[in-house]
Structures are given as C-alpha cells and as structure tokens.
C-alpha cells in the first residue's frame, strides 16, 4: 500500500538534483531563516532542521539560522503556534506524523492550515536493538513476539497509535504476526526513545534509519532490518525488511518544512529556491551521507497532492490495523 509513495518519493530524487543543478549559484538567497522544531533534541525533526540549518549557512545560501525546540501536544504546540503567530521568517520542519496525527485528531489542524514549502528528505525506518539484547535478528525478534507479545515492547520517539507505532505493526502483520498485540512504549522524541532502548526499558525501538546509523557505526545497536526497497549503501550488511521476513515492506518518512499560513508568495518562492540551491552542495552532502537520508524534493503544488495522496493511503492503512 505504501509502495506507491516510495515511488514517488523516488521520481522526486531525480527532481531535486535537477533543481539543485540548475539553480546553485552560489549567491545568498535569505538573510536569517529560524527553524521551528515541533519534538526534542535528537529526534528525527531536531536533525532535519539542524541539518539543513548547517547546510544553508555553511553553503552561504542563508546568512543566519536560528532554532526553536517545541515539544508538545504529539507537535500540535509547535503547528498552533505557527499558525497563530504568522511569523514570515519562521520555517517548521515537520515529516509523514503530520498526516498521521490530523487524521486521529490529535491535534485540529491539519497540513492545510499551513503553507507546504517543499518535501526535502526521506529517512527509511528500522527496528533497533541495543547491542548487549540476546535478540541477533529480526527473526529472533519475531519468535519471542510470537511467543509472547507482552514481554517484547517496542518503543518509539512518537505517541501510541503514531507513525513508529505503525511501522512496527506494519512490519509485525507483513511478517505474519498479530499487528495489534504491538505493545508500544511512547517518548517524546526520538533521542529520548533511544535512551530508553540503551537502558533496557524496552526490547526494541521503531525508529528512522538516520537516528540509528551512528549509534550503529558505533556499535551500540544492531539494526535488525530496513523498510528499504533495496540495501542501502550505507548499511550493506543490513537486510531489507522483506529480505529479514516481513514481506513487501517498504516505508518512506519524508521530511520537509511548513510556513506560516499566508505566506506572500515571494516569501514561499525564496524559501523554496534556498532549499533548492542546497541540493548541489557539498556541504549539504556531508550532511545527508551522515545521516543515511535520501534527497527528495517536492515543492509548492507538487508537495500538497503528494501530501493529499500520502493522507488517503495511510488512512487506509491504519483502518486497515485498526489505528482509525
């Protein structure tokens, strides 16, 4: 069901280096631009933002970048505050939770009650555990699963019923298991669900490959599987989820950046053009080799029917797992 949004996602790689080619000029395209970051430190959105921060600045498309971590109501806090402020120089990276959680309400506003700026990256997602964990594989993960669901919890940096919460259902029905035993354990952000995995309060976490690559370099945890069409480069030794037993898995969380509603159009269109200059960096490389993330870029109309195609399809999904 998600494989249609992989290919999307993969026509949009060829997009982005086509842009980034065509418009890296060289010249700075905004004074400041402030990163609004809906979780906490370590988490997937926190990177993102910084990440591209970095690239802007040391590239010299952005003078300035500044960052604001608002942790808060599954990133409704951050997504009101945007709204209500109207701040103009304020970019808010957000990814496919957005969907997710306007979908089960969890907060009342939705990607429409922004301005969609582009969709800049996509991060795979993995299952992890901790490097002293008896389980080697996604099949020993699998048996003590079967064996007895309640005894395996499997945490993520997003709310129960959230996009790590479906990953792991999703890749626990493709396996054959019951998707609804999941006994998930929320945090708020992705750097605090990795502490949790570390000091052993949960068997395993649902996480996106770029927050586990370095800790797994390091060798403080094992990736037992990637929701990756192929093996990435990155992680040769690492099995596809389908290779591992999860069949036909494939799971993409793009990433990319909202604006205050109303946003002058000349305002979205130096947004849009900053982000795309980036692209033919290689301060931007550096950034996205180290985080194992692919380049996508889905600008302006482009981002909402992808976005609009992304909300029917999940939505199906997660009726079909019984999360709607």
Same mark, same amino acid.
């Given at each position: 069901?998600?494989?249609?949004?992989?290919?999307?996602?993969?026509?949009?790689? /060829?997009?982005?280096?086509?842009?980034?080619?065509?418009?890296?000029?060289?010249?700075?395209?905004?004074?400041?631009?402030?990163? =609004?970051?809906?979780?906490?430190?370590?988490?997937?959105?926190?990177?993102?933002?910084?990440?591209?921060?970095?690239? =802007?600045?040391? %590239?010299?498309? /952005?003078?300035?970048?500044?960052?604001?971590?608002?942790?808060?109501?599954?990133?409704?806090?951050?997504?009101?505050?945007?709204?209500?402020?109207?701040?103009?120089?304020? @970019?808010?990276?957000? !990814?496919?939770?957005?969907?997710?959680? !306007? =979908?089960?309400?969890?907060?009342?506003? %939705?990607?429409?009650? @922004?301005?969609?700026?582009?969709?800049?990256?996509?991060?795979?997602?993995?299952?992890?555990?901790?490097?002293? !964990?008896?389980?080697?594989?996604?099949?020993?993960?699998?048996?003590?699963?079967?064996?007895?669901?309640?005894? /395996?919890?499997?945490?993520?940096? !997003?709310?129960?019923?959230?996009?790590?919460?479906?990953?792991?259902?999703?890749?626990?029905?493709?396996?054959?298991?019951?998707?609804?035993? /999941?006994?998930?354990? +929320?945090?708020?952000?992705?750097?605090?669900?990795?502490?949790? @995995?570390?000091?052993?309060?949960?068997?395993? @976490?649902?996480?996106?490959?770029?927050?586990?690559?370095?800790?797994?370099?390091?060798?403080?945890? $094992?990736?037992?599987?990637?929701?990756?069409?192929?093996?990435?480069?990155?992680?040769?030794?690492?099995?596809?989820?389908?290779?591992?037993?999860?069949?036909? &898995?494939?799971? &993409?969380?793009? $990433?990319?950046?909202?604006?205050? +509603?109303?946003?002058?159009?000349?305002?979205?269109?130096?947004? $849009?053009?900053?982000?795309?200059?980036?692209?033919?960096?290689?301060?931007?490389?550096?950034?996205?080799?180290?985080?194992?993330?692919?380049?996508?870029?889905?600008?302006?109309?482009?981002?909402?029917?992808?976005?609009?195609?992304?909300?029917?399809?999940?939505?199906?999904?997660?009726?079909?797992?019984?999360?709607?």
């Amino acid at each position: 069901m998600l494989k249609a949004l992989t290919s999307a996602l993969c026509a949009a790689v /060829v997009s982005a280096a086509a842009i980034g080619a065509a418009q890296a000029d060289g010249h700075q395209v905004m004074d400041k631009v402030h990163f =609004l970051i809906p979780g906490g430190a370590g988490g997937g959105w926190d990177g993102t933002a910084r990440g591209t921060g970095e690239a =802007l600045t040391k %590239s010299g498309i /952005v003078g300035a970048a500044s960052y604001e971590n608002m942790s808060g109501g599954g990133g409704g806090k951050a997504i009101a505050h945007i709204i209500e402020t109207k701040d103009q120089g304020t @970019l808010m990276v957000n !990814s496919t939770p957005i969907v997710i959680r !306007s =979908l089960q309400k969890v907060f009342p506003q %939705s990607f429409r009650d @922004l301005t969609p700026i582009a969709g800049t990256i996509g991060d795979y997602a993995t299952l992890v555990v901790g490097k002293d !964990s008896p389980i080697k594989d996604f099949q020993g993960l699998l048996a003590a699963y079967n064996t007895d669901p309640r005894n /395996v919890a499997i945490g993520g940096g !997003s709310v129960a019923g959230g996009m790590d919460h479906l990953v792991a259902a999703l890749i626990m029905k493709s396996a054959g298991a019951d998707p609804n035993k /999941v006994k998930y354990i +929320p945090y708020d952000a992705g750097g605090k669900a990795m502490a949790g @995995l570390l000091s052993g309060e949960i068997k395993a @976490l649902s996480t996106g490959f770029g927050e586990a690559i370095e800790l797994a370099r390091q060798g403080e945890v $094992r990736i037992l599987c990637i929701t990756a069409p192929a093996r990435l480069d990155a992680r040769k030794d690492t099995p596809t989820c389908d290779e591992a037993g999860a069949t036909g &898995v494939e799971f &993409v969380n793009w $990433r990319g950046f909202f604006a205050a +509603p109303g946003l002058p159009a000349d305002k979205a269109a130096a947004f $849009r053009s900053a982000l795309a200059k980036m692209y033919d960096t290689p301060e931007w490389a550096a950034v996205r080799d180290r985080n194992g993330w692919v380049d996508i870029f889905n600008q302006g109309e482009d981002f909402v029917s992808f976005l609009e195609a992304q909300e029917a399809q999940i939505g199906g999904l997660m009726r079909e797992l019984g999360f709607l």
